[in-house]
Nanobody, 116 residues
Framework: QVQLVESGGGLVQPGGSLRLSCAAS????????MGWYRQAPGKQRELVAT???????DSVDSVKGRFTISRDNAKNTVYLQMNSLKPEDTAVYYC??????????WGQGTQVTVSS
């Protein structure tokens, strides 16, 4: 079983930036498309950005142009650069595979709070 550890969240003012990291415990990570998900209070978890094994990226319209996903397969790590943050981006952010909406146990996530 692969373990996922997210980090990099925090409290930021609207318009600010954060860079999230997600480290996987095994190199099998490299064989999977990965995604960043988020869950706001009282809402379902949603997939916001994806990256294929070879680096092709996609994102939902609400974050397009503001969030950038990337990966370093040598470090078994996926990143999410978040710019121009808005209060509606406030959520706990998780990473997992895109396949089946996440096939590995969920990590603890990292809290992102956008507030003035």
């Amino acid at each position: 079983q692969v373990q996922l550890v997210e980090s990099g969240g925090g409290l930021v003012q609207p318009g600010g930036s954060l860079r999230l990291s997600c480290a996987a415990s095994a190199s099998i990570f490299r064989s999977y498309a990965m995604g960043w998900y988020r869950q706001a209070p009282g809402k379902q978890r949603e997939l916001v950005a994806t990256i294929s094994r070879t680096g092709t990226t996609d994102s939902v319209d609400s974050v397009k142009g503001r969030f950038t996903i990337s990966r370093d397969n040598a470090k078994n790590t996926v990143y999410l650069q978040m710019n121009s943050l808005k209060p509606e981006d406030t959520a706990v952010y998780y990473c997992n595979t895109v396949q089946e909406g996440g096939i590995w146990d969920w990590g603890q996530g990292t809290q992102v709070t956008v507030s003035s």
